[in-house]
Nanobody
Framework: VHLVESGGGLVQPGDSLTLSCTVS????????MGWYRQAPGQPRALVAS???????SYSNYGKGRFTISRDNVQNTMYLQMSGLNADDTALYLC?????????????WGQGTQVTVSS
């Protein structure tokens, strides 16, 4: 199972970005998915999560500015980020709970860097 994030980059304050995370491999289905952030010197922290059915939850990092969504056919999760500021600068990683016959496992991507700077 592989998770690949994309969509990060260098943006200016106030800009928007949409991150993507695509899951590939041989598995039965994907249950919960989530976006996390890791800034230098800080622990990894949850940004937002989404169930297979589309129920969402947000931490204070992105509440009101970020929107998480997913496409279960494409096995892809998105994070629409708006009103970006310097505090949003971090490596953004995705996590997926992947189901196999009789068990499930959690997988992480390598992350995509978001840098907000003028």
């Amino acid at each position: 199972v592989h998770l690949v994030e994309s969509g990060g980059g260098l943006v200016q304050p106030g800009d928007s970005l949409t991150l993507s995370c695509t899951v590939s491999g041989d598995f039965f289905s994907i249950a919960g998915m989530g976006w996390y952030r890791q800034a230098p010197g800080q622990p990894r922290a949850l940004v937002a999560s989404i169930t297979r059915g589309g129920s969402t939850s947000y931490s204070n990092y992105g509440k009101g500015r970020f929107t998480i969504s997913r496409d279960n056919v494409q096995n892809t999760m998105y994070l629409q980020m708006s009103g970006l500021n310097a505090d949003d600068t971090a490596l953004y990683l995705c996590r997926a709970e992947v189901a196999f016959p009789g068990k499930s496992d959690s997988y992480w991507g390598q992350g995509t860097q978001v840098t907000v700077s003028s």
